[in-house]
């Protein structure tokens, strides 16, 4: 599909904060215009990457469940990291891989205060690795 | 629409300042976060002694809020300082009644001739940069420094007792999250137990925090001088090591943390504020405060976030918080809390 989503996008943005911002009036309608072309902007690297970040986390948390299920003692726990780390992306829709990364998300929140409680060092520093990884993917640059 | 709300102001402030013949004009709306409308305005009355034209403020209510605020709070802080003699604008008038204006709002002075800092200006104090960071840090300190008795805001929301601030605004910012989140937040969870399992020691003193204090909430002139500090709506009660940590969050850094606010560096903003404020810093105390402000900050965005995607405030500055802000904080978060 040419012209990609992401390049109308960033060229809308352009066209608006280049061309027709500055016949705005100042203050409130050139402020608000200015940042619906910033969201333009942030919009088409989402666009491109959005489904790649997703996966990428999805399958990161699915692997680190994998290695924590077994030396899980609670069995509850175990349990729930251990079907969490065999579910898998059957879609590649923002909206599917949006609601399996809730679910594992989920489960993260939970493993990880488990790793507090038990004082399971190695355990935190690699949910944190996920979790790092996680937020540097999701970072958004303006320029 | 501006001009049927220039009329009802008009009606509104010419009984409020017994003032038969007052005309609003120039009425425009201008940037002012997602958390209040703002417009300015000119008012031309006769005061008592001769006609005046005073250039105003009308903060309005919008139809939903970004994070639930009190007015009247936000008010009395801007009349507490004023009369303390800090660079804030005069309150004029607050109404709570939605009957005139539809909405309850408070009109204020406005400081004119004055910039506002971007956030994502690189460097928007340029040669003034010095000069704003020693005030700007300095008038941090004399808010900490202010009796809260004294300037009559010790009834103020928030903690009573040093030793329970931080579990107060932790507790305030966590119900935020658990009632505004619309996926999980692993990072702001995480950052939530290590808060509660790590407190800081007791506050020194009970100090009005600002609660937003930072680049981009203050006016500043071409000669350098900070004009007006603004936006007091989360004003409360609680340790003044608070807006310390929030002040100095890399978010509001200009892309330089060594000189956050992108002002002067973090150990003179630091010894200012000590000098300014009488108090002193204690690095873990401040560490906690810091990591709590991106704390903070998360829960503001997430907050942000659903008032955009639920509909109730459409204003781009949410999606934006919702997005750019989040993922910036939670990155901040993550590298911290992983040491």
Known sequence: ?????????????????????????????????SLLGIMMMLSAQEYERGAEIRAAENADMRALFR????????????????KAAATEDRSLRISALNAENTELRRVLIRLQAHAEEHADRSLQRRIWDVLKASAERRLLRLA | MTDQLSTQLEEYLAKKLDAPQLRVSDLARIPGGASRETYRFRARYDAGNGEIERALILRRDPPASLIETDRTTEFR???????????????????????????????MEEITGCDVASILNPDPYAANRDKIGRQFWSVLGQIAKADVKAIGLADLEGAREPN???????ARWEKVIDDDEREPQPIARAAIRWLKRNPPPPA??????????????????AAGEIRAILDWEMAHL??????????????????????????????DAIRIWEAASGLEV?????????????????????SAACEYAEGRNTDAVNAFSGWYCLAFHNKVLAERLSQ
Request: charged share 20%; proline share 8%.
């Open chain 1, 1 to 33: 599909m040419k012209p990609e989503v992401d390049q109308i996008l960033a060229l809308s943005s352009q066209a608006l904060m280049g061309a027709l911002v500055p016949q705005l009036p100042p203050g409130f309608a050139q402020g608000s215009a």
């Open chain 2, 164 to 170: 329970g601030t931080w579990h107060h605004e932790v």
């Open chain 2, 238 to 267: 609680g340790d003044p090591l608070e807006d310390l940590g929030w002040a100095l969050d890399p978010l509001w850094a200009h892309g330089d943390p060594t000189h956050p606010a992108g002002l002067i560096a973090r150990a």
């Open chain 1, 67 to 82: 290695e924590a299920a077994p030396r899980i003692a609670d069995a509850g726990l175990k349990s729930l990291v251990s």
């Open chain 2, 282 to 302: 204690d690095e873990k105390a401040l560490y906690w405060w810091e990591t709590f402000a991106s704390l903070k900050g998360l829960a503001i965005w997430i």
């Open chain 2, 77 to 107: 802080a801007y009349q507490a300082f004023h009369r303390l003699g800090l660079p804030v604008p005069e309150p004029i008038a607050l109404e709570l009644d939605a009957t005139a204006l539809e909405r309850p709002f408070f009109v």
């Open chain 2, 204 to 221: 020194q003193k009970i100090s009005i925090v600002h609660g937003d204090y930072r680049t981009g909430n203050f006016l500043f002139n």
